[in-house]
């Protein structure tokens, strides 16, 4: 891919950092701006000034649920989804119930994400799901993949980039074979190149979520004029 725009627009800009100005935030939408990135990705906290700081611009605003530990009471999730609903977040990732997942309590991983997806739904807001691949065995990737496809969610997502490792390629792969409905795969943690971005692409994934944004289009930038 040799279009700087079109690459841009995969991608979700992300600072999730919990200690940031306001003048800091404003300085991060102007740079999502300036590249035309698809969204930002911020805290909870940040959202309604970034709305405001972006709202003639094409830029979206995405914000984070149960992050990073995905491990809070399924009222509190629940709570917290519709209050970013009301603020008009454009997207939602919100973090998997890890602890029920990998005890097998997937009656309560789905009923957090179905009614999660209903808020979301009568809000227009698209909903991704965290599933911290870095936790799970491949066999539980894949059914986590299935589970989420399954529930109808817009996009599964590797990794928080916190907890643990971020995305891999054979992360990608396991999610694509077992990938079905209207579900994408966003991947996110450790992407700082536009080597990975490039080959994470062709392996299927749909959107990039990074903090490395800006170095990774510059990057192509620089490729662009030396070929």
Known sequence: MNDKAALA???DYTNLKNNLNLSEIERFCREAIAYGFYAVCIQPFYVPFAIQTLRNSTVRVVSVVDF?????QIRA?????EELAKVKVEEIDFVMNIPAFVNNNTKLVEEEIEKSLEICRSNNVRLKVIIETGLLLPEEIANAT?????VGVDFIKTSTGVV????????????KENLSGNTKIKASGGIRTLEQVLKFIELGVSRI????????INELESKIETE
């Not at 299935?146 to 399954?150: A, E, G, Q």
């Not at 979520?209 to 990774?216: H, K, L, V």
Request: charged content about 20%; aromatic content about 6%; some cysteine.
């Open 68 to 72: 990073p530990y995905g491990c809070s």
């Open 9 to 11: 627009k995969i991608i």
């Open 77 to 81: 999730k629940l709570q917290a989804v």
């Open 164 to 175: 643990c490792r971020g995305a891999t390629y054979e992360d990608i792969k396991i999610i």
């Open 209 to 216: 979520g990074t903090s490395s944004a800006t170095q990774i």
């Open 146 to 150: 299935r589970l989420l496809c399954d």
